[in-house]
T-cell receptor, first 113, second 113 residues
Framework: GAGVSQSPSNKVTEKGKDVELRCDPI?????LYWYRQSLGQGLEFLIY????????KSGLPSDRFSAERTGGSVSTLTIQRTQQEDSAVYLC???????????FGQGTRLTVV | AQSVTQLGSHVSVSEGALVLLRCNYS??????LFWYVQYPNQGLQLLLK??????LVKGINGFEAEFKKSETSFHLTKPSAHMSDAAEYFC???????????FGTGTRLQVTL
């Protein structure tokens, strides 16, 4: 596709359930980011993948959060035992290189009820 | 560690007036700097970027920003505001290669008649 694709666009889940959010980056982009944006807030960094290097996981808020990137392409963000405070828009972005900007997907709006 | 500070979470200007959105950064190495815009209920879009070439950077929609190393600033300006400029603006820093992209908390720009 032409841009970063995220699925689902909306997800409503019950507290305590696990959820998986998917990101398809732009083909050929080596860097991939996950961010979280709560209502009216800025972008909170979660995790950064760059090529074959070990990911920067310094932004993951708890061990309930994990992410993987298979084959240097598609990425999945998993949240286990969801809590109401996990409700937010989860944004994925990819970039072709270090000097280049990140291109953002439209996000997944997660609501935990 | 890198960080970004955006002074003023809300800025209000009259249509036709100068727009000035402030961004200061900290980085231990020469940074790459970006401004993004987020219109209501939309994704993030790149306005402009600084990647160690010209210090005055021109972007889309008449916006520009100047990199001032001595002041560690990258303020965003536009000579004449339009109603369509009303949005959330985010400054971001990437300190060198193979590093994460860190965002400021954002500034909401309101344009009044």
């Amino acid at each position: 596709g032409a841009g970063v694709s995220q699925s689902p666009s909306n997800k409503v889940t019950e507290k305590g359930k696990d959820v998986e959010l998917r990101c398809d980056p732009i083909s050929g982009h080596t860097a991939l980011y996950w961010y979280r944006q709560s209502l009216g807030q800025g972008l909170e960094f979660l995790i950064y993948f760059q090529g074959n290097s070990a990911p920067d996981k310094s932004g993951l808020p708890s061990d309930r959060f994990s992410a993987e990137r298979t084959g240097g392409s598609v990425s999945t963000l998993t949240i286990q035992r969801t809590q109401q405070e996990d409700s937010a828009v989860y944004l994925c972005a990819s970039s072709p290189g270090d000097r280049n900007e990140a291109f953002f997907g439209q996000g997944t709006r997660l609501t935990v009820v | 560690a890198q960080s970004v500070t955006q002074l003023g979470s809300h800025v209000s200007v009259s249509e036709g007036a100068l727009v000035l959105l402030r961004c200061n950064y900290s980085s231990s190495v020469p940074p790459y700097l970006f401004w993004y815009v987020q219109y209501p209920n939309q994704g993030l879009q790149l306005l402009l970027k600084y990647t160690s070439a010209a210090t005055l950077v021109k972007g889309i929609n008449g916006f520009e920003a100047e990199f001032k190393k001595s002041e560690t600033s990258f303020h965003l300006t536009k000579p004449s505001a339009h109603m369509s400029d009303a949005a959330e603006y985010f400054c971001a820093v990437k300190p060198g290669t193979a590093s994460k992209l860190t965002f400021g908390t954002g500034t909401r720009l309101q344009v009044t008649l």
